[in-house]
């Protein structure tokens, strides 16, 4: 069950590199309750607004284990994530909200079998091997206080860093609100 509603709740900033929320760990969500719904729903909000696939509540400056996604089946949360199995190797060009503008080939496993909790309380299982793999991976990370960047091997990181100091990423991820360049993790 979902509680996304088609009415229009504002949207929180997103995050950037550099703000210190995101390299912290994500505090486990011990209750369901109205502020959570609350939360998830301008979460929606914020992911549309940003023409995001995923966005984890740490993104929006909220350090608990929680993530909404759309890979195209409608707006959801997992909460308390966590991958109990994984499989092979891909590589794969990614962005992310936090890091607007830029994008990065990262190797993840191919294959994962994830579990946490709906909303509704009940326990939910995935197992996927294409985009919805990658997001609930990419969102993970973040709950873990890992950016992508800290995927990449060492010359690439150091390239990207590089990169990274000639942007302004606030200006940046205004831009990146407006469509073009695609959806972003």
């Not at 505090?27 to 939360?39: H, K, N, S, Y």
């Not at 549309?48 to 959801?76: H, I, M, N, S």
Request: charged content about 30%; overall charge negative.
């Amino acid at each position: 069950m979902t509680h996304w509603y088609p009415r229009r709740v504002a949207s929180y900033p997103i995050r950037v590199l550099g703000d210190p929320v995101l390299k912290q760990r994500s505090r486990t969500v011990e209750e369901l309750d109205g502020a959570l719904a609350t939360l998830v729903d301008t979460m929606y909000t914020t992911m549309y607004d940003a023409v995001g696939l995923g966005l984890a509540a740490p993104q929006v400056g909220v350090r608990k284990r929680l993530f909404t996604y759309d890979v195209g089946e409608g707006p959801r949360v997992l909460i308390n994530p966590e991958v109990v199995e994984a499989a092979g190797e891909v590589g794969f060009e990614e962005g992310c909200l936090s890091i607007p503008g830029l994008r990065f080939e990262v190797r993840r496993p191919e294959r994962i079998t994830a579990r946490g909790i709906g909303l509704d309380g009940r326990e939910e299982i995935f197992e996927d091997d294409d985009m919805l793999a990658r997001v609930f991976q990419h969102e993970l990370d973040h709950l873990d206080g890992l950016l992508l960047i800290d995927r990449l091997d060492p010359e690439a990181r150091k390239q990207a860093l590089r990169e990274l100091r000639e942007i302004d990423l606030t200006a940046a991820a205004q831009a990146a609100r407006e469509p073009g360049d695609g959806p972003r993790l």
